[in-house]
């Protein structure tokens, strides 16, 4: 069970660092309209990565919680 809680806080985390590399690479390489479609398709894989790892940690909590009133 722990390893799968890690498991799923490591892809949630890589998942916002590959968002944010995609974000940065736009900024700095690419110009026009290709950038700004990068950059939104990064925005939109940060968004992922941040909503799977409040999803992840709220689900760990529980059953932490549930765990110690057993």
């Known amino acids: 069970m722990f390893?799968?809680?890690i498991a799923a806080l490591v892809i949630?985390?890589?998942t916002v660092l590959f968002g944010?590399?995609?974000l940065l690479y736009?900024?700095?390489k690419?110009?026009?309209f290709d950038a700004m479609d990068i950059q939104i398709k990064g925005?939109?894989?940060i968004g992922e990565g941040l909503i799977l790892l409040v999803i992840t940690s709220i689900?760990?909590?529980v059953q932490e919680t549930k765990k110690?009133?057993?």
Request: overall charge positive.
């Open 12 to 14: 949630s985390f890589v």
């Open 20 to 22: 944010s590399f995609l």
């Open 30 to 32: 690419i110009s026009g």
């Open 3 to 5: 390893n799968n809680r």
């Open 26 to 28: 736009a900024f700095a």
């Open 43 to 45: 925005i939109i894989i």
């Open 68 to 70: 110690k009133t057993v």
């Open 59 to 61: 689900f760990i909590a």
